[in-house]
C-alpha cells in the first residue's frame, strides 16, 4: 500500500463538495485547528447579527425586541435548524440551559415514567457531568435509585427489567467509541427501559436519526461541531409519544402553557416547550442562530463522508509516522469525529503542538485529541498535522520543562 | 403643599450625584423608558467588550481562550462585581444558568437540610416562576412536600416548626411592596426554618444587606436593574455557614471539585462553586462583566435616596393629575424601585403611553408598571411621564382598537 501524500490530500480537498463552506468561518491565519470538538470555528455571519443584537435590538428598541426582533421565538427558530441534523421531528427540540441541566430534566421525566425501577444504566465512556448530574439526583432522593455503571461495550448486555433508564453517550468524548443507536434502543425498549442519549459529540459531525431509531430523550452540545460560540444554549430531544405524559422536576414560567397570565399555579405547556424553564441569555442564542444558517442544506451521509476521509488520512499518517496506538475502533461506521492517540507524554505532546499552531485537546490520562470538523477542516491540514506530530515526537521536542508542567486547567 | 413643577425635576436632576452615570448607557433618543426594572438599558462598554469576544477571544484565540481570555474565571469576576451591591461576602456569589434553574438548586440543598420537614411557605406576590419551581419539584418527590401560599402580609405569622423553607420575593414584581429581610429571617431562624430570597426587583435598586440579615439563600437577576443584557446569567448566594453542609440535587462537572481529572464520581467542590453546573454562555457572560463596571463605587444607600427621589415625583404627580390608585405600600421603606398604578384599562393606557414613547409595561389584572433605574432615570423623566399619563387619561387616547386589542404577549 502507497500512503496517501500531501498532494493526494490537495487533490482529496479539490474534490470536497463541502470546500466552499470554508469560507463561511473565520479561519484564524497560520494555524491548523483540529479541536472544533471542544470550540467551532466562529461563522463569519455571527458578527453582523450579534452587532445587530446590540446596537438595534437592545440598545434602541429595548424592552419591545422580545416581540419587535423575535427574541420571544428565537429559541425555536434555533431548534427548527438543529432537528433535521439529528432526525428530529417538528417541534421536539428545544434549544435552552446547558446539556447538564438538560441531562437533569429528561433524566427526572424518565424515571417518572418508570416509578418502579431504581437502576441507571450508563458506562465508563460516560463524559463524567453526565454521571455526576444521575449521582446528584440519586443523592437527593436516597430512595434507592442508584447508577450502574459498566464498560461501554456491555451496556446492551446489562440492560434488564430493573433498569428505568439507560443514559449514554453516543460518541466518546475520549476514545471516538460510538454506540449502536439502534441496537441499543431496541434491546432496552425489549425490556420496557428508556434511552437518555447525550449528542454533544455527534451532532454535526455524524448523520443522528432520533425518529427513526425510535428514541426516547436527547441532549446535545451546540458550541462544537455545530460551531454555536463558547457555552452556546444546549439543546434536548423528547419523542412526541413522551410530550404528554410527562413534565421534568425543574419547570419555569416558560414552561408554563401561559407565561403572562402569571397564574400562581402551574400548568405544563402541551409539547416540547414544557422543557423550557427560565429567561435564555439572548446574546449567545442571537450568536447560535447565525452560526446554525452554514447548516441550511447540508446533508449529513456526505458530510459523514467528508469525516471519514479526513479521519483516514490521519489515522494512516500518525500510525505510519509517529507508531502511535489509535483509541476506540478502527471501524468508522463506529466511530464519531475526533480521533485519539495514547502518549505516555501526552500532555507536554500536546503542548508542544499547540506551541507550533496545531490545536488539538489532551484527555487525561494519556490521550491526544485531534476533532475533524468536515465542514471547513481540509485533507492537508489533516496531513500536516500529522507531520508536525512527527515532528515533535522524532525531534522529542516535547521534552521541555514547559510543556511538561501542567499549568492550564483545559 | 406646592407640588413639583418641571423646573424643580431639572433642579433635582442638576443636583443628582449619579447624573454622570447616565452618560455611561446608550439611552435610545426621543424615549422615555421606564422599564429598566424588566431589561436595563445597555452601557456603552458592552459593544467593545463583545466585538473583542468575537474578533479576538473566539475567533482568532478559540479554545486557548478559556485560560488567555479568563473564560475560567469570568463567572467569577462577575460575582465579585455583584457581591457588594448585595451585602454578600466574598466567596458567596456564584453567576450561573436562570433564576429559576438557581431557585430549584438552592431549593433542593435547602430540604436536603431539613429533612424532617414538609412544608415550603411563599406568597400570593411572589413571582410565578418561583412558584413553579417549588410545584414542580414537589410534584416530582410527591412525598408530602407542599408548596403553601399565604398573603405576603402573613408570611412571617405563618412560620412554624413545620416550615422546612420559606421563599419569597423581597421586591413584589407587581406592586413594590417590599419584605421585611432581617424581620423574616429572624422568625424563620427562631422557628428553624430557612429562607430563600428572591433579589431579582432588589439587586441594583435598593440596598440589600444578605450577611447583616443572616441570609441563608438568594437568588436574583441581572438583566434588570443591572443592566446585564437580555437573559443576561442570573445570580446566586449561599451563606458560607451551608457550603460545606450540602450540596444541591442539581451538579455538573463545573461544580466539581477537580473538573478537568475527568474522574467518574462527583467530589462537591468546596465553597460555593458547586453550584455550578455546565458550561455557561460566554457571550452573555462577557456582556454582563462589562455591564457591571458602571457599579464600580456606587453606595446603595445614596442610590436608594434617588430612587426615593423619582419615585416621589411620579407618584404625586400621578395622583394629582390622574387620580389613580397605586399598587403596594406608601411608605418608602417599604417598597422597590417600580411604581404601579390601577387602571381598568391599564393594557390600553399602557400601549398608547408605548405608542407616546414613554416605555412602562403592563401586568395583568389592572396594573400599569414604571420602573426607575436610579442609575439613569430622570427627575425630568418621571415628570413628563406622568404628563403624558395624564393627556392620555384626559383625552381618553388609549381607547382605540389598536391600543384595545391584546396583540403581543409582554
Known amino acids: 500500500v502507497i500512503s496517501t501524500t500531501r498532494k493526494d490530500c490537495a487533490a482529496l480537498d479539490a474534490d470536497d463538495p463541502f470546500k466552499g463552506r470554508r469560507d463561511d468561518f473565520a479561519v484564524p491565519e497560520g494555524t491548523i485547528y483540529l479541536d472544533g470538538n471542544s470550540l467551532g470555528l466562529m461563522p463569519k455571519a455571527v458578527t453582523a447579527r450579534v452587532t445587530h443584537a446590540l446596537d438595534v435590538e437592545w440598545s434602541r428598541d429595548l424592552i419591545t425586541s422580545w416581540n419587535k426582533h423575535g427574541w420571544f ?51 465508563t465512556g460516560n463524559f463524567p457531568s453526565d454521571l455526576y ?33 439507560v443514559m449514554v453517550t453516543e460518541v466518546d468524548y475520549r476514545s471516538s467509541r460510538r454506540h449502536d443507536m439502534r441496537g441499543l434502543i431496541k434491546k432496552a425498549h425489549a425490556h420496557g427501559a428508556l434511552v437518555i442519549w447525550d449528542l454533544s459529540h455527534s451532532a454535526g459531525a455524524i448523520p443522528v436519526d432520533l425518529m427513526g431509531a425510535d428514541a426516547d430523550f436527547a441532549v446535545g452540545c451546540t458550541y462544537k461541531y455545530l460551531n454555536g460560540g ?25 414552561g408554563d402553557a401561559q407565561p403572562f397570565a402569571f397564574r400562581t399555579t402551574f400548568e405544563a405547556a402541551p409539547g416540547i416547550a414544557r422543557y423550557q424553564v427560565g429567561t435564555q441569555p439572548i446574546l449567545s442564542m442571537v450568536a447560535l442562530d447565525a452560526a446554525m444558517e452554514v447548516w441550511a ?25 509517529c507508531g502511535l496506538k489509535l483509541a476506540g475502533p478502527r471501524e468508522f461506521e463506529s466511530r464519531g469525529s475526533h480521533v485519539s492517540f495514547h502518549h505516555p507524554h501526552g500532555y507536554a505532546v500536546m503542548q508542544a503542538l499547540i506551541a507550533s499552531r496545531v490545536i488539538g485537546d489532551f484527555r487525561a490520562p494519556d490521550m491526544i485529541r485531534f476533532g475533524f470538523a468536515p465542514l471547513y477542516n481540509t485533507h492537508v491540514e489533516a496531513f500536516d498535522a500529522a507531520e508536525m506530530l512527527a515532528e515533535i515526537l522524532d525531534k522529542r521536542l516535547w521534552d521541555r520543562p514547559e510543556f511538561l508542567q501542567r499549568k492550564s486547567v483545559t
Request: with cysteine; glycine share 6%.
Open 73 to 123: 421565538a428565537l429559541a425555536n427558530r434555533v431548534a427548527g435548524k438543529i432537528a433535521p441534523l439529528i432526525g428530529a421531528g417538528d417541534e421536539t427540540v428545544a434549544v435552552t440551559d446547558t446539556i447538564s441541566v438538560n441531562l437533569f430534566k429528561l433524566l427526572t421525566a424518565a424515571l417518572k415514567l418508570r416509578p418502579d425501577r431504581k437502576v441507571i444504566l450508563t458506562d
Open 297 to 321: 442544506g447540508i446533508d449529513m451521509r456526505a458530510l459523514e463522508k467528508k469525516s471519514h476521509s479526513l479521519c483516514r488520512v490521519f489515522i494512516e499518517r500518525v500510525e505510519e509516522r
Open 133 to 165: 448530574v444521575a449521582q446528584g439526583l440519586n443523592s437527593f432522593l436516597d430512595d434507592g435509585h442508584t447508577l450502574v455503571m459498566v464498560e461501554p461495550e456491555t451496556v446492551q448486555d446489562r440492560i434488564a427489567e430493573n433498569v428505568a433508564v
Open 230 to 254: 463558547p457555552g452556546a444554549p444546549a439543546f434536548l430531544f423528547v419523542h412526541p409519544r413522551h410530550h404528554g405524559a410527562v413534565a421534568p422536576a425543574l419547570v419555569g414560567w416558560w
